[in-house]
């Protein structure tokens, strides 16, 4: 079975198809604004990095923050917009994973999350966002893994236009037919939309196991 653990290498060995996706735009203003200073490298990162821990009861994320890539100056993500990212994954993981596993019901609706263009293609992506249809657990849902790491993306003046949040998730329960498990690893690209920060592109990944059915494995990406 597969491991957060070794999803999170492959992803470490790809470009990150997710954070690729959603910095398009935002590269050509990073690019013109590196090329118009000195004849330095355009590129810096933060090398500092903090770690958190986020939510209570059985899943709680711990949240690190290795660092910003910025197109100028050495920059990093402000404390408020840490705190709002990691509480919306924070609330992302305990709406349509935990409790749905819990309890058997169906997940929280998580489409405010997502910016227009990311939420158009939910309808065909959910699936591999939300865990409803699982047996109720006859015990505690609990995690193996439950990591946030955040990197940002900065402009030349040191403010930060994206944050990728890679989540690690490997949470199991003990239910009337045997042991259930969901593990995730995703990308999500968080930018600022209209003041708030939502998820503009992902990547996506989950296998789950019930009692009884061999592993499942899906994918979800957002297009380049």
Known sequence: M?????????????????LAAAAAAAVVVLVTAGCSGSSKSATSTTKKTTTT?????QVALTVSVPGVESAGQPANIPDDVKATISESVNTYV????????QTGQPAADITAMFTAGAAARLATDLPVFIDSGLPAASGPV???TATLTLTG??????????????????VGAKTQGGTESVQRVADLVYSNDNGTWKIASYDVHVTRTVPGADPSTTTAVTPK
């Open 2 to 18: 597969p491991r957060p653990t070794d999803h999170t290498r492959a992803r470490q060995r790809r470009t990150r198809p997710a």
């Open 53 to 57: 821990k986020v939510g209570k009861g």
């Open 94 to 101: 305990q709406g349509a994973t935990v409790q749905p596993m």
């Open 142 to 144: 609990a995690a193996k």
């Open 153 to 170: 993306l900065a402009q030349q003046d040191g403010s930060v236009v994206l944050v990728d949040a890679a989540l690690a998730l490997d």
